[in-house]
């Protein structure tokens, strides 16, 4: 979607005006605690989708959402007439699912938090199987077999790159 920057402005303002006329010129008591989160415009500034939450239960916002209907109307005059721009945008109140997405992913992070005090609490008290490292076995004479022995640091027959001890070769 193209971000336009008239668009963006007209949301803000209207935005603001929603808010101004809920709080102080729509006297509709069905109007519950309304809050309006965002507002968007049409890139031709005809249509304005306002998105609103409720405070309250499903019948507060049931009412509140007749209450908003009924004042569409008288909302949009005064977004027209504070706008001052020659069409105004049509007024759809949506009412946003903010509240109830955050609750579900606050239940979902709450219960990933107790599985995992749950799988911490059975890995302290867990043991090996086993021993604690199975790999590590004795030799014949004692060592452990990941052990440098005296034999082990001489390296195999000669110096460094095969070569015989004492004579250094030209060879790359």
């Known amino acids: 979607m193209v971000d ?6 007209m949301a803000e303002r209207i935005q603001q005006i929603v808010a101004q006329m809920l709080d102080t010129r729509v006297k509709d008591p069905r109007l519950g605690f309304v809050t309006v989160t965002d507002v968007r ?3 031709d500034l005809q249509h304005a ?4 939450t409720v405070l ?3 019948a507060a916002r049931a009412d509140s959402a007749a209450a908003l209907a009924s004042a569409t109307g008288l909302i949009r005059s005064e977004v027209g007439r504070q706008t001052g721009i020659r069409l105004t ?4 109140f949506i009412a946003d699912a903010v509240p109830e997405t955050a ?3 606050e239940d979902a ?24 490292d199975p790999y590590k076995r004795a030799d014949d004479d004692g060592d452990e077999v990941g052990e440098v ?3 082990a640091a001489a390296g195999p027959v000669g110096g460094a790159h095969g070569e015989p001890d004492g004579e250094p070769t030209d060879e790359v």
């Open 149 to 151: 022995g005296e034999d």
């Open 89 to 92: 945008p049509t007024l759809e």
């Open 56 to 58: 309250g239960d499903a």
């Open 41 to 43: 415009v049409t890139g």
């Open 103 to 105: 609750q579900h992913l």
């Open 4 to 9: 336009h920057p008239r668009a963006r402005k």
């Open 109 to 132: 992070l709450r219960a990933a938090a107790v599985r995992d005090a749950e799988v911490a609490a059975l890995a302290a008290a867990a043991t090996y199987a086993g021993d604690a």
């Open 49 to 52: 989708s306002v998105f609103y």
